[in-house]
């Protein structure tokens, strides 16, 4: 195909440069961005007076078509083309002649391909913001219908304190949908007109930037010519949130790996969203889990390398800037894939509220309430610390555990202790008196959970 932009040069590129700098292989991504900006474009020229409204009719119906088949398998994208750009273009006017190569009046690719990669990032942002709403309102429905069950709490991966499995869900629940605002906000800078920018000064002719930003459904047009073609913070932070969103996965499909282990067996994963292994006929693998987990990685790589990539560059457009759109779609599409195994993953996934109950049970969890129960009787509470240690050192040499530790046992620590202090150490008084906003009550995780709701 001949290059387009012949004139300067011959146009005649080595065949191994040609192929190292085409970038169709990839940016085909785009086509049905860039034949929805051409419209426009084409449309904002006609209104201006600078095409005939006949040749703009031309234009409008041909990129239709072109659509059309594109869409229908009826148009092959060529291998052999520079880019999108230039074979859109190219189609176009081997169907309509000339008037097809009055399109590229008033724009460059520069600011073209910045049009394009927006378009693409704001559907993005539409699409990923749904698959994180299911994922949300399943983390939610697995709490409701476990709300009452009991499970240790950890940090450091110790046994901490006794919450609601439904409350853990719920943590996830609210780091996610903070993931939904995050994304919205960037939508907000993504939806910026870049187009009018021209290669990078602007343009002499007589264009409507607002009219044809109006046409695409942006907010607003950028505001300086030299930056509209060379921005791509749209990008990184897209990149930026995105992982933080693998972040959060991964976090979640790291617990889910531990759970279904033989050693915690709080969950099962279905069939569906497991493997068995080769040679051992008693594995279930959690796969799908370990694969999100092992994904979050690639596009932390994705985010590094858009940085790393742009952070030398002088205004305005190099072609550098060709590197965006590899990782922007493989985090893009990583991303809605793992969005996509997860939620089904969560809602087959079957809770073991026994072994919960019973690892509960282990590691003196209630021994903070035990300190608190002390505080309440009058000591301060550093006092009150060092008795409830005590106590549980005592426990752990002698086999026992605070709810089975004889009163009289409790009084040779401290005198104050009555035989109430069984029903202050019993674990599900401990989550239910955590009611304080936010805490691991049942109460408190209905509003939790009332609020996702009324988020969603």
Not at 53 to 76: M, P, R
Request: aromatic share 6%; net charge negative; charged share 25%.
């Amino acid at each position: 195909m001949a290059k387009m932009w012949a004139g300067r040069t011959a146009g005649k590129v080595d065949n191994l440069a040609d192929s190292f700098n085409s970038s169709i292989s990839f940016d085909k991504k785009l086509y049905k961005q860039d034949i929805q900006g051409s419209m426009a474009h084409a449309a904002m020229l006609s209104k201006q007076g600078i095409i005939a409204f006949e040749e703009a009719d031309s234009i409008i119906s041909a990129l239709t078509q072109i659509l059309s088949d594109i869409e229908s398998g009826d148009l092959k994208i060529d291998p052999k083309a520079e880019d999108i750009h230039m074979f859109v273009e190219q189609v176009l006017t081997e169907r309509i002649g000339v008037t097809g190569k009055k399109l590229h009046t008033a724009r460059s690719r520069n600011d073209q391909v910045a049009l394009d990669m927006r378009l693409y990032l704001r559907d993005f942002s539409d699409k990923i913001t749904v698959s994180l709403k299911a994922l949300i309102s399943q983390l939610k429905d697995k709490a409701k219908e476990n709300l009452t069950v009991l499970m240790p709490g950890y940090t450091h991966l110790q046994h901490a304190q006794p919450v609601l499995f439904s409350h853990h869900m719920m943590a996830y629940a609210m780091m996610l949908l903070r993931d939904v605002q995050r994304i919205s906000d960037c939508r907000k800078r993504i939806n910026v007109s870049p187009i009018g920018c021209c290669a990078l000064a602007g343009t002499t002719y007589d264009t409507d930037r607002a009219f044809e930003a109006e046409q695409l459904g942006f907010d607003s047009v950028c505001l300086n010519s030299l930056d509209g073609v060379s921005d791509r913070d749209f990008c990184v932070e897209m990149l930026s949130c995105l992982s933080i969103v693998m972040m959060h996965i991964s976090r979640l499909s790291e617990e889910l790996v531990l759970w279904s282990s033989q050693e915690f067996g709080f969950v099962e994963m279905s069939d569906g969203f497991s493997t068995g292994s080769s040679i051992m006929p008693q594995k279930k693998n959690p796969d799908m889990a370990e694969l999100c987990r092992g994904k979050t990685g690639r596009v932390y790589g994705d985010l590094i390398g858009l940085l790393t990539t742009l952070k030398g560059l002088p205004l305005a457009y190099n072609k550098d800037m060709q590197e965006d759109k590899e990782g922007v779609f493989d985090a893009c599409d990583t991303v809605e894939m793992c969005l996509s195994v997860m939620t089904p993953m969560i809602k087959t996934m079957k809770v073991n509220a026994d072994a919960m109950a019973k690892a509960a049970s282990k590691g003196f969890m209630n021994a903070t309430d035990l300190a608190d129960y002390l505080v309440v009787k009058g000591l301060a509470f550093r006092d009150a610390y060092k008795i409830s240690g005590s106590v549980v050192a005592y426990c752990i040499q002698n086999g026992l555990i605070l709810e089975t530790l004889p009163l009289e046992s409790y009084k040779s620590f401290c005198q104050v202790i009555d035989k109430d202090v069984y029903d202050a150490i019993d674990l599900k008084n401990c989550v239910a008196r955590r009611s304080s906003e936010g805490g691991t009550s049942v109460e408190s995780v209905k509003k939790q959970i009332k609020f996702i709701e009324e988020s969603l």
